[in-house]
T-cell receptor, first 110, second 115 residues
């Protein structure tokens, strides 16, 4: 089946630093979604990407849909303590099935 | 802001018991999903509904899991009998179409612990 490789698995950064994480796949996707999950809660949608090459921002977050349609990255600028959580990428192919990565756990030290 | 409602938030049960989770999607969302998330992993699809019809239940362990969405609105996921390995977060989501893509909104989840 389809698999998403999400990296890094975890990150420990200082408040104010920028963060970058990415997802790669052996399959082509039509849509990339990035979610954030706080402990004990459901994932919350951060950014949705619908077209290869698309670059989209949401406040301090920026995500890009790779040209090959097999990858995507998420950047967080000037991190703050509330950015702590697990970030998931999810790819959707022509079947509309959504496949999730295993997540990047972000820790921000004040 | 519209939300996906799930209950209960937490459930502790003993193995071999029956357990049920309920989900009420965002009003007007025809597509509803149940995902299972094991600690440290990403969510994995159990079942997808389009209105009251099952679209995909290929990953649902049908010997013990069942799901229904009788009137095409709210949904119930049942496990009987529960096993130790069923301990996980059960997430419900509903979706709307944006540029032809299903954009999922998740509920807060139901955390199941099987003892």
């Amino acid at each position: 089946g389809q698999q998403l490789n999400q990296s890094p698995q975890s990150m420990f950064i200082q408040e104010g630093e920028d963060v970058s994480m990415n997802c790669t796949s052996s399959s082509i996707f039509n849509t990339w979604l990035w979610y954030k999950q706080d402990p004990g809660e459901g994932p919350v949608l951060l950014i949705a990407l619908y077209k290869a090459g698309e670059l989209t921002s949401n406040g301090r977050l920026t995500a890009q849909f790779g040209i090959t349609r097999k990858d995507s990255f998420l950047n967080i600028s000037a991190s703050i303590p509330s950015d702590v959580g697990i970030y998931f990428c999810a790819g959707q192919d022509g079947s509309e099935k959504l496949v999730f990565g295993k997540g990047t756990k972000l820790t921000v030290n004040p | 802001e519209a939300e996906v409602a799930q209950s209960p938030r937490y459930k502790i049960t003993e193995k071999s018991q029956a357990v049920a989770f309920w989900c009420d999607p965002i009003s007007g969302h025809a597509t509803l999903y149940w995902y299972r998330q094991i600690l440290g992993q990403g969510p994995e699809l159990l079942v997808q509904f389009q209105d009251e019809s099952v679209v995909d239940d290929s990953q649902l362990p049908k010997d013990r899991f069942s799901a229904e969405r009788l009137k095409g609105v709210d949904s119930t996921l049942k496990i009987q009998p529960a096993e130790l390995g069923d301990s996980a977060m059960y997430l419900c989501a509903s979706s709307h179409l944006v540029y032809g893509a299903n954009v999922l909104t998740f509920g807060a989840g139901s955390r199941l612990t099987v003892l």
